[in-house]
């Protein structure tokens, strides 16, 4: 008798593929609601359904002194998820700071359609491609204006008399 489970992908395939969706999600939870709207409209998703409509709550951020003490409860967030189904059966989910209910929704649904081997390098090109571009940007900017800040401070060495 032959056992009726579907093939699953090999340890090392899906452990690469929940890698690369992490780094997806964390693409679009970074990004502006305006970003994620702009490259939302630029598709034309399948009807989906709401498994779970957006909804916003609170979150408790931790923190640690230094980056590596003891953890602490720096204070709450608010966050808004929202799980939607594709009409092809993929189950699609996000999470976002902020209350904007409508990117929780596109969000959730640009990663039902990365999920999909025909819609995947169009998500990951049209999409994910821009938004982290847009995203290394900032981070570059924000660095380069802070190292121009930065004072080197030197002691001169004093003689022994």
């Given at each position: 008798?032959?056992?009726?489970?579907?093939?699953?992908?090999?340890?090392?395939?899906?452990?690469?593929?929940?890698?690369?969706?992490?780094?997806?999600?964390?693409?679009?939870?970074?990004?502006?609601?305006?970003?994620?709207?702009?490259?939302?409209?630029?598709?034309?998703?399948?009807?989906?359904?709401?498994?779970?409509?957006?909804?916003?709550?609170?979150?408790?951020?931790?923190?640690?002194m230094g980056?590596?003490?003891?953890?602490?409860?720096?204070?709450?967030?608010?966050?808004?998820?929202?799980?939607?189904?594709?009409?092809?059966?993929e189950t699609?989910?996000?999470?976002?700071?902020?209350?904007?209910?409508?990117?929780?929704?596109?969000?959730?649904?640009?990663?039902?359609?990365?999920?999909?081997?025909?819609?995947?390098?169009?998500?990951?090109?049209?999409?994910?491609?821009?938004?982290?571009?847009?995203?290394?940007?900032?981070?570059?900017?924000?660095?380069?204006?802070?190292?121009?800040?930065?004072?080197?401070?030197?002691?001169?060495?004093?003689?022994?008399?």
């Amino acid at each position: 008798m032959t056992d009726p489970t579907p093939d699953l992908p090999a340890e090392g395939d899906l452990a690469a593929t929940q890698a690369t969706r992490k780094a997806l999600m964390a693409t679009l939870a970074a990004a502006t609601p305006e970003a994620v709207a702009e490259k939302f409209d630029a598709l034309t998703p399948p009807a989906y359904d709401l498994v779970r409509q957006p909804e916003t709550g609170l979150v408790m951020v931790r923190g640690r002194m230094g980056g590596t003490g003891s953890p602490f409860n720096l204070g709450e967030v608010t966050v808004t998820r929202c799980v939607v189904r594709l009409e092809t059966g993929e189950t699609g989910s996000a999470y976002s700071l902020g209350r904007s209910k409508k990117k929780a929704l596109q969000s959730a649904v640009i990663d039902a359609l990365w999920q999909r081997d025909d819609m995947r390098e169009k998500v990951e090109t049209d999409i994910i491609a821009p938004l982290k571009a847009t995203q290394e940007s900032a981070r570059d900017t924000v660095k380069r204006e802070t190292e121009a800040t930065k004072v080197n401070f030197f002691t001169m060495v004093r003689g022994d008399n």
